[in-house]
């Protein structure tokens, strides 16, 4: 089955530290363009950070730039999101995402064609 599996989410205080984790299973993770959404309630989803599917190239929506980064693990067709300096704003359902030969910057103001059932982050001030 094709398959991704996040972990990683939690509450956590204002200024700390979480780190996603997103598996890919049934599919070719060298081929794919990933990344991370959020949704807050009554909120749209917003691409959060994404990473192309070969050279690497990577996208932070403004919000985030300078505290999170995302990165992959192709032994382990994994995907990261080290979220730092956490804010109360960043609570939302985090949502990771793929999207075939897609490129970050697209990926992440598009709609990819594979999504994860989500995890929740909950930022306390």
């Known amino acids: 089955a094709q398959e991704l599996v996040e972990s990683g989410g939690g509450l956590v205080q204002a200024g700390g530290s979480l780190r996603l984790s997103c598996t890919a299973t049934g599919l070719t993770f060298e081929h794919l363009a990933m990344g991370w959404f959020r949704q807050t309630p009554g909120e749209g989803r917003e691409g959060v950070s994404c990473?192309?599917?070969?050279?690497?190239?990577?996208y932070y929506v403004d919000s985030v730039k300078g505290r999170f980064t995302i990165s992959r693990d192709y032994a382990k067709n994994t995907l990261y999101l080290q979220m730092d300096d956490l804010k109360p704003e960043d609570t939302a359902m985090y949502y990771c995402?793929?999207?075939?030969?897609?490129?970050?910057?697209?990926?992440?103001?598009?709609?990819?064609?594979?999504w994860g059932q989500g995890t929740q982050v909950t930022v306390s001030s």
């Open positions: 995402a793929a999207q075939p030969f897609g490129g970050s910057f697209k990926m992440c103001l598009g709609t990819p064609n594979y």
């Open positions: 990473i192309s599917w070969r050279e690497g190239a990577t």
